[in-house]
């Protein structure tokens, strides 16, 4: 079956402007988690969507927000992009119980300048 | 407050070693912890998931326990080899529910040395 898919895989943005990335999970999974990943600090909670809800919340700024479609598709946008965005946003899509195997994508590196 | 650390951020090994990495975790009361996989430009990768009622979880050459009461969980990969070169990630949900959000230490990196 197919994998995750995340779209774009490479993105430059300029400060100030806004993006949206795409996560398209493994088709049957309703649950799609984001996470941004820095050399510093790691792989870092951002949010989790389960049949187009929000279902759990990390401690991001509002600047940080998400969605996700009827086909358990997900997008998150970053708005007033800051230096400190710059990051591998990976997006991970499972069967709703957190207890069971998450399968993640291989990533939007996003470049902040 | 809250926090899950794993053992020296690089571990380097012989080829044919067993290595050992170490989960620990304050402040959580996870009801399983799973082990996960990372090679550079990827995204992490599953590997097992232990339950809080399980005490060792096995997979090939790969070995988890699991201990409540010391809050730790020990990774285990014998007849190391090159391949097995990687970062390796805990993560266990943040509350006592299934639905609670899964949250990662911050990696281990391993270097087989041949």
């Known amino acids: 079956k197919a994998g995750v898919t995340q779209t774009p895989r490479y993105l430059i943005k300029t400060r100030g402007q806004q993006v949206t990335l795409s996560c398209s999970p493994i088709?049957?999974?309703?649950?799609v988690s984001w996470y941004q990943q820095t050399p510093g600090q790691g792989l870092q909670f951002l949010f989790e969507?389960?049949?187009?809800?929000?279902?759990n919340k990390g401690n991001f700024p509002g600047r940080f927000s998400g969605r996700q479609f009827s086909n358990s598709r997900s997008e998150m946008n970053v708005s007033t992009l800051e230096l400190g965005d710059s990051a591998l946003y990976l997006c991970?899509?499972?069967?709703?119980?957190?207890?069971?195997?998450?399968?993640f994508g291989q990533g939007t590196r996003l470049t902040v300048v | 407050s809250q926090k899950i650390e794993q053992n020296s951020e690089a571990l380097n090994i012989q080829e044919g070693k067993t290595a050992t990495l170490t989960c620990n975790y304050t402040?959580?009361?996870?009801?399983?912890l799973q082990w996960y996989r990372q090679d550079p430009g990827r995204g992490p990768v599953f590997l097992l998931l232990?339950?809080?009622?399980?005490k060792e979880k096995r997979k090939e050459r790969l070995k988890v326990t699991f201990d409540t009461t010391l809050k730790q969980s020990l990774f285990h990969i014998t007849a190391s080899q090159p391949a097995d070169s990687a970062t390796y990630l805990c993560?266990?949900?943040?509350?006592?529910?299934?639905?609670?959000?899964?949250?990662f230490g911050p990696g281990t990196s391993l270097s087989v040395i041949p």
């Open positions: 991970a899509s499972s069967l709703g119980q957190m207890d069971t195997e998450a399968f």
């Open positions: 088709s049957g999974h309703r649950s």
């Open positions: 969507y389960f049949s187009e809800t929000q279902r």
């Open positions: 402040n959580y009361s996870p009801a399983y």
């Open positions: 232990i339950r809080e009622n399980e």
């Open positions: 993560a266990l949900a943040a509350g006592e529910t299934s639905y609670d959000k899964v949250i």
